[in-house]
T-cell receptor, first 114, second 112 residues
Framework: GAVVSQHPSWVICKSGTSVKIECRSL??????MFWYRQFPKQSLMLMAT?????????EQGVEKDKFLINHASLTLSTLTVTSAHPEDSSFYIC??????????FGPGTRLTVL | GQQLNQSPQSMFIQEGEDVSMNCTSS?????WLWYKQDPGEGPVLLIA?????ELTSNGRLTAQFGITRKDSFLNISASIPSDVGIYFC????????????FGQGTTLQVKP
């Protein structure tokens, strides 16, 4: 149980285009999901909290108009990187909470912006 | 902010050796989680600690939640090549509304 999937696993796009990343909880429901970004050889940095039925809450320094989050259902959250630029190239990972305070992570999405 | 320090930053050991890494914080937490991340993958939960002083094992892994609630350590005994990866501590508490703070990570390399 407690499996989180992400799609796509990797994506390459041109500068200026938008990219959508999906995060699904496969065998449980999640009213909250979290989106992280990880640059090479660095730790995970929380970007935002995705809330089912309400607006996402963003961490300080994260542009909400650039990183659009939609929590469409109890099993799906999407992150759209709008007008992507090379500096947005990173590893994006989502997570969903379990019964306690533990979180279960998706396999990540590698975004490369040319 | 909630300062979190994880050490060592990296370790290169011989297969069969024991490994120890730890995290210390300036804040008190009521949950300490330890994750392992393989290259190109998401983190996988290894051990969850919920009580100060708690010592928990998961196979060759042992983790403890410090009495002060500001620290935790993870030990790996008799390391094997598949232990290679990055290990993260990630504490949290109710006021964090589910958010995890990640340590800087400990990169482990095991020489067969």
């Amino acid at each position: 149980g407690a499996v989180v999937s992400q799609h796509p696993s990797w994506v390459i796009c041109k500068s200026g285009t938008s990219v959508k990343i999906e995060c699904r909880s496969l065998d449980f429901q999640a009213t909250t999901m979290f989106w992280y970004r990880q640059f090479p050889k660095q730790s995970l940095m929380l970007m935002a909290t995705s809330n089912e039925g309400s607006k996402a809450t963003y961490e300080q320094g994260v542009e909400k108009d650039k990183f659009l989050i939609n929590h469409a259902s109890l099993t799906l959250s999407t992150l759209t990187v709008t007008s992507a630029h090379p500096e947005d190239s990173s590893f994006y990972i989502c997570s969903a909470p379990g019964q306690g305070y533990e979180q279960f992570f998706g396999p990540g999405t590698r975004l490369t912006v040319l | 902010g909630q300062q979190l320090n994880q050490s060592p930053q990296s370790m290169f050991i011989q297969e069969g050796e024991d490994v120890s890494m730890n995290c210390t914080s300036s804040s008190i937490f009521n949950t300490w989680l330890w994750y392992k991340q393989d290259p190109g993958e998401g983190p996988v939960l290894l051990i969850a600690l919920y009580k100060a002083g708690e010592l928990t094992s998961n196979g060759r892994l042992t983790a403890q939640f410090g009495i002060t609630r500001k620290d935790s350590f993870l030990n790996i005994s008799a390391s094997i090549p598949s232990d290679v990866g990055i290990y993260f501590c990630a504490p949290t508490k109710p006021s964090n509304t589910g958010k995890l703070i990640f340590g800087q990570g400990t990169t482990l390399q095991v020489k067969p």
